[in-house]
């Protein structure tokens, strides 16, 4: 089956997790309030452990004004509170990042995270920030670019999250690839 694209408007192919993601993405356009201009999903997160490369497409991502990511968005097939550090990470290791927030959710409760720290400012389906309120917020939120040792710290952090969640749920099938071809 199929399903026309929330954001987009394509035709893109409907599984659980698709569904999840266009009615997350309908509602942070017509009820938090964000342009859906600045949304974007199935976002791809490339990155390199022992000179072989990865990657993983995040959900959804939120970007500002000048194109930087403000929230990265990863849906989860479990508890959710298992997958606050991966979420973190993941905002942490964007392109033109870090994020400074990060949201885990599986659609029925969520946690907003603080990237940098890993903190939960929130949680509930509640914790799902207005546009306007994400905004503010960013504005306070320091944007320091990763060190090389961290970011290596935390692309193997991320790694180990990736590799063994994704293979022990449902494959790339719902969560996105795990290794590129």
């Not at 946690?111 to 929130?122: E, H, I, N, Q, R």
Request: aromatic residues 8%.
């Amino acid at each position: 089956n199929t399903l026309r694209d929330y954001l987009t408007g394509e035709i893109i192919e409907e599984t659980t997790y698709e569904e999840f993601r266009q009615a997350l993405a309908k509602l942070l356009v017509e009820e938090r309030g964000y342009p859906r201009e600045r949304l974007k999903a199935k976002v791809p997160l490339s990155y390199s452990v022992n000179n072989e490369e990865y990657g993983r497409e995040l959900d959804l991502v939120a970007y500002d004004q000048d194109r930087r990511p403000l929230l990265v968005v990863i849906f989860c097939s479990g508890e959710v509170g298992s997958f606050e550090r991966e979420t973190a990470i993941a905002a942490q290791l964007m392109a033109d990042g870090p994020a400074p927030f990060a949201l885990t959710t599986d659609t029925r409760d969520a946690s907003l995270l603080d990237t940098a720290t890993g903190t939960v400012l929130a949680q509930g389906m509640q914790a799902v920030p207005y546009w306007d309120e994400l905004l503010e917020k960013s504005v306070r939120m320091p944007r320091m670019p990763l060190s090389l040792e961290r970011k290596e710290r935390l692309t193997r952090i991320f790694h180990a999250y990736n590799g063994f969640l994704i293979d022990s749920c449902c494959s790339s099938e719902c969560c996105g690839p795990v290794k590129k071809a």
